[in-house]
């Protein structure tokens, strides 16, 4: 079946902030060409080939979103906006709570089933977890790349 909705995690799936969690972060942010400093000059990177997959997807007409169980939400936020993706999400479940509670969010904003949907964590409680519900879940391990989207194109 043809994924209709593709869905991210933050911390370690699309950036790497530093090498810690966003929430984990100082801000206030500023931005240096391409990356992005918090206030200790920790310095937060999107993965390469996000930009590329982001356009991508959107230009192929699929739904996109973010499931991030971060406790700093305003800080999440912030970044979207700073690294410049922020308009390519649909939909943003940015909170500290369940990833299944996320995805029933955004299954009943977007009226899709489970299986319509693919989702990229990098912890693998979340990937068992959303599994349950039926969405196709995919383990990323070392960010984001164009591997791990290429089977759902």
């Known amino acids: 079946m043809q994924k209709k909705l593709f869905v991210f995690d933050l ?3 699309i950036w790497d902030a530093g090498g810690t969690w966003c929430d984990a972060t100082n801000p206030p942010y500023f931005k240096e060409k391409e990356d ?24 192929s007409g699929k ?4 499931a991030s169980r971060t406790f700093e939400p305003g800080w999440a936020n912030d970044l979207l906006k700073l ?42 409680r979340n990937i068992e977890e959303v599994g349950r519900l039926g ?3 995919v383990f990323v391990k070392n960010g984001l790349d164009k591997d791990l989207i290429k089977p759902f194109l």
């Open 11 to 13: 911390d370690f799936t």
């Open 36 to 59: 992005v400093y918090d206030s200790s000059g920790r310095c937060l990177r999107l993965y390469p080939d996000v930009r590329r997959i982001l356009t991508l997807l959107k230009k």
């Open 63 to 66: 739904y996109m979103a973010v």
């Open 83 to 124: 690294f410049q993706i922020d308009h390519f999400f649909d939909r943003k479940e940015i909170y500290p709570d369940s990833k299944v509670r996320h995805f029933r969010k955004i299954q009943e904003h977007f009226k899709l089933n489970y299986s319509e949907m693919v989702f990229f964590d990098d912890e693998y």
């Open 135 to 137: 969405v196709e879940s």
